[in-house]
């Protein structure tokens, strides 16, 4: 499985403003922010694919949730038969 561009492009514009922001707000942590940039630009692709996964799981969620289990007479594996 490889990468999806467009969605690594929106993450890595998501974290580019993100230190924006922060390179803005907080004028004394910008040393801090700009020592975090390389890191986040390494992790692009993995933290891309955690987000893909996370949103295939959710697109498949409501499937899961309409199948209804199969009724049975059988006791499930904790309960105590008499």
């Not at 990468?3 to 993450?11: A, E, F, S, V």
């Not at 924006?20 to 390389?38: C, D, F, K, S």
Request: charged share 15%; aromatic share 8%; net charge positive.
């Amino acid at each position: 499985m490889k990468c999806n561009l467009k969605t690594m492009l929106r993450i890595a514009a998501s974290l580019m403003a993100v230190f924006a922001i922060g390179y803005w707000a907080v004028p004394g942590y910008r040393a801090a922010i700009l020592g975090l940039i390389p890191f986040a630009t390494a992790l692009l692709c993995p933290i891309s694919m955690l987000i893909m996964m996370w949103f295939m799981h959710r697109r498949e969620e409501p499937h899961n949730r309409s199948d209804s289990p199969a009724t049975s007479n059988s006791p499930s594996p904790g309960q105590h038969t008499r």
